[in-house]
């Protein structure tokens, strides 16, 4: 099974659904794999889940599907591709992903302090959600890559106990 098809097989482990208020978010189907959703919970890092979290990984692995992926190193060589063109092209997209999370902050002082120079504050708004993203892309590419080590690990997660008698 090659990289894509992989990761077909955990994007179809996604779906939207739609809050009382009519907010639409992503989560994981019942039939998900144990270590896709242990892999959605280190995406989040130290925070609490959040929507945009969980639509970023379901979106990053959908995007690998995109491309024919054999390998792990194809896989890098496209990595910035993905990612780039993942983050929000517009004002307006970028500060209400900033407003999002308190926690967003943390990536603008993280370009800053690795001596990047954005040339305004809006290249920093968009390079601070880049880092963001590429961390959600690391859980993604780890998940991937772990698959791989052991390709039974999905089957042994939704194997179910015997019952004892």
């Not at 992989?6 to 039939?31: H, I, L, P, Q």
């Not at 959703?37 to 692995?61: C, F, I, N």
Request: contains cysteine; glycine residues 4%.
């Amino acid at each position: 099974m090659t990289i894509t098809e992989k990761a077909k097989k955990y994007s179809a482990m996604f779906v939207t659904d739609t809050r009382v208020d009519g907010k639409e978010f992503v989560k994981c189907t019942n039939d998900a794999t144990q270590p896709l959703k242990e892999s959605v919970r280190q995406a989040h890092g130290s925070r609490m889940p959040d929507d945009w979290t969980y639509g970023t990984y379901a979106d990053l692995m959908q995007r690998v599907t995109d491309y024919d992926l054999e390998t792990f190193d194809q896989l890098e060589d496209v990595r910035h591709e993905i990612v780039d063109g993942y983050v929000d092209i517009y004002t307006s997209d970028l500060t209400a992903w900033l407003n999002e999370s308190n926690d967003n902050v943390y990536y603008l002082t993280e370009v800053l302090e690795q001596g990047l120079e954005p040339k305004d504050g809006f290249q920093l708004l968009a390079m601070a959600q880049y880092q963001a993203i590429d961390e959600v892309m690391s859980e993604v590419v780890d998940l991937l890559q772990k698959d791989f080590e052991d390709p039974y690990l999905p089957a042994i997660a939704e194997q179910q106990p015997e019952p004892a008698f």
